[in-house]
């Protein structure tokens, strides 16, 4: 039976060096929502995005990803949990520069399994989405920054990730460009039922989210 997607944040906490950056946040996300996460610089936005993630484990709390619990997952498990369920866009893009820009947008299906003729299609119509459909064939040190970025964001939906995880997706763009990924990040997220976490500077990025929730020492708040 199919389960749709929930994401549960418990009680997380984390400190590097014995200063305490996040303490005891919680957050409960249903199908289909998507939500923006603002704040000061150095309160913790990227470090709970690691922990969403499953790239850093907390001190304490949980993270559960559709009745799966992160504690109970080892490395592989997690990095499995990451190639089927979750879609990145973080600040560095990790495009792979031996990649042509069409493979590099069809890796996440590769991973899958899914074979190189079938990963076409589906990697083309993502990049014709963000306006790169005439560089399918072009190496990532042909493109400017805001290229790559787009790039990053195109590979990070292709495979229809039940969570999308965005760290300042628009930094490196223009305002077209940025507003043009902005909407493509909250269309398929909306469309999928999937669930999102757009974390950034911009309120006006903030604002194409359905929901704005600051982040400071107390905790994440509407
Ligand atoms: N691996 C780490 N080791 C030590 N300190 C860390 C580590 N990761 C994060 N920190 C510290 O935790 C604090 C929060 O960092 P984080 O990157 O999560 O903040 P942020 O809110 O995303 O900031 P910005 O908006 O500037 O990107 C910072 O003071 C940072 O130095």
Known sequence: MYTPPMLEIDSLSRSFNG?????EVSLRLAPGEYVAIVGESGVGKSTLLNLIAGLDRPDSGRVVLDG???AGLDEDG???LRRDRLGFVFQAFH???HLTVLQNVALPLWLQGVDNAAAEAPARQLLEAVGLGERAGSWPRELSGGEMQRVAIARA???GPRLVLA????GNLDPANGARVLALLGERIRGAGAIGILVTHSLEA????????????RGLHG
Do not use: I, K, Q, W
């Not at 200063?19 to 303490?23: C, E, I, N, Q």
């Not at 760290?167 to 628009?170: G, Q």
């Not at 903030?206 to 020492?217: C, S």
């Open 78 to 80: 997690l990095t499995g």
């Open 167 to 170: 760290d300042e997706p628009t």
């Open 95 to 97: 495009v792979l520069p």
């Open 19 to 23: 200063r305490r950056v996040l303490a």
């Open 206 to 217: 903030a604002a194409t989210a359905d929901r704005v929730l600051r982040l400071d020492a």
């Open 157 to 159: 939906l292709v495979h």
């Open 68 to 70: 799966c619990d992160y």
